[in-house]
C-alpha cells in the first residue's frame, strides 16, 4: 500500500513562510489530482489547493494568491508552498487525492502560525 508522508510544518510568526512536502512510497502518476487538506481543531478537513498531472491548479479563496501548490512526478512528492501565513492558516496539513480514493491518509504535519 503507498503511504503518505507529510512533512515541513512548523512554527511561523504571521507573514511568515513554509513550505510543507508531501512524498509518497509508490507512484501516484496515476493519480490525476493531488491535493492538500488542512484541518483545524474542531473544524473539518477541507482540500485547500490541488494539482493535475499536467500542473493546472485550483485553490480555495482563503489561500488564493498566498500559497502555490507544485507537483514533481519523478519523485512522487507534491509541495505547497505558504507564504503571508495568517493565523487562521494554523492547521494539521494533509495530503491526498481529490477526490479521496485509494490513497490512505498520512499523520499530517502541523502548522501554528502566531499573531
Known amino acids: 500500500q503507498v503511504q503518505l508522508v507529510e512533512s515541513g510544518g512548523g512554527w511561523v510568526q504571521a507573514g511568515g513562510s513554509l513550505r510543507l512536502s508531501c512524498t509518497a512510497s509508490?507512484?501516484?502518476?496515476?493519480?490525476?489530482?493531488m491535493g492538500w487538506y488542512r484541518q483545524a481543531p474542531g473544524k473539518q478537513r477541507d482540500l485547500v489547493a490541488r494539482?493535475?498531472?499536467?500542473?493546472?491548479?485550483n485553490y480555495a479563496d482563503s489561500v488564493k494568491g498566498r500559497f502555490t501548490i507544485s507537483r514533481d512526478n519523478t519523485k512522487n512528492t507534491v509541495y505547497l508552498q505558504m507564504n503571508s501565513l495568517k493565523p487562521e492558516d494554523t492547521a494539521v496539513y494533509y495530503c491526498?487525492?481529490?477526490?479521496?480514493?485509494?490513497?490512505?491518509w498520512g499523520k499530517g504535519t502541523l502548522v501554528t502560525v502566531s499573531s
Open positions: 509508490g507512484s501516484i502518476f496515476s493519480i490525476n489530482f
Open positions: 494539482i493535475s498531472r499536467g500542473g493546472s491548479t
Open positions: 491526498n487525492s481529490d477526490p479521496i480514493s485509494w490513497l490512505a
